[in-house]
Nanobody, 116 residues
Framework: QVQLVESGGGLVQAGGSLRLSCAAS????????MGWYRQAPGKQRESVAT???????YYADSVKGRFTISRDNAKSTVYLQMNSLKAEDTAVYYC??????????WGQGTQVTVSS
């Protein structure tokens, strides 16, 4: 099994910042992709940002220029620095990794609430 422990969510005013962290452990021989998804009430889960082992990144258009994803391979940890937060960023944020041999694994989710 793979365990993903997320932290860093909370309540912040619009324009503020939060940093999410997700540490992976368990049956992992290698991690290929690490990333974050989010799901707002009444909406589908959507990809926010991903990062490969080689450092290639993807961002949703809605967060480009405001969010930064990074990873510490030695710690099997992925981070999401969120700046200039908007009310529409309010959602449950889920960490996700693609690793060998278990494949895709999801975190339990952490709530981010941005007050306007």
């Amino acid at each position: 099994q793979v365990q993903l422990v997320e932290s860093g969510g909370g309540l912040v005013q619009a324009g503020g910042s939060l940093r999410l962290s997700c540490a992976a452990s368990g049956s992992i021989s290698s991690i290929n992709v690490m990333g974050w998804y989010r799901q707002a009430p009444g909406k589908q889960r959507e990809s926010v940002a991903t990062i490969t082992t080689g450092g290639y990144t993807y961002y949703a258009d809605s967060v480009k220029g405001r969010f930064t994803i990074s990873r510490d391979n030695a710690k099997s940890t992925v981070y999401l620095q969120m700046n200039s937060l908007k009310a529409e960023d309010t959602a449950v944020y889920y960490c996700v990794i693609v690793s060998a041999p278990m494949g895709r694994s999801w975190g339990q989710g952490t709530q981010v609430t941005v007050s306007s």
